[in-house]
Nanobody, 119 residues
């Protein structure tokens, strides 16, 4: 199945950097796409960045130029490098793995890791 374990969250000052990691049980080649989402208090969960099996990436406009998603196929891990952090980046960040089997989509989620950016 798809067990995802995030790490790397924490408290950082505005302008600082953090790198989130998401370890995926089993081979990440099983998934069509891997990604990071976030949810701030009182807000809906939103997409931050995704990376496909072919290496194509997609970013939310709010993080373009500051965040970079990457994957290490040998370690079955996906990363989110976050630079120039802003207080509005404060949220719980969730790792996501998505796959399509016989026309049906499946989504797997990690438990989330808190990122807090102080001003």
């Amino acid at each position: 199945q798809g067990q995802l374990v995030e790490s790397g969250g924490g408290l950082v000052q505005a302008g600082g950097s953090l790198r989130l990691s998401c370890a995926v049980s089993g081979s990440i080649f099983r998934f069509n796409a891997l990604g990071w989402y976030r949810q701030a208090p009182g807000k809906q969960r939103e997409l931050v960045a995704t990376v496909t099996g072919a290496g194509g990436t997609n970013y939310a406009d709010s993080v373009k130029g500051r965040f970079t998603i990457s994957r290490d196929n040998t370690k079955n891990t996906v990363y989110l490098q976050m630079n120039s952090l802003k207080p509005e980046d404060t949220a719980v960040y969730y790792c996501n793995a998505a796959r399509v089997v016989a026309g049906t989509g499946f989504n797997y989620w990690g438990q989330g890791t808190q990122v807090t950016v102080s001003s």
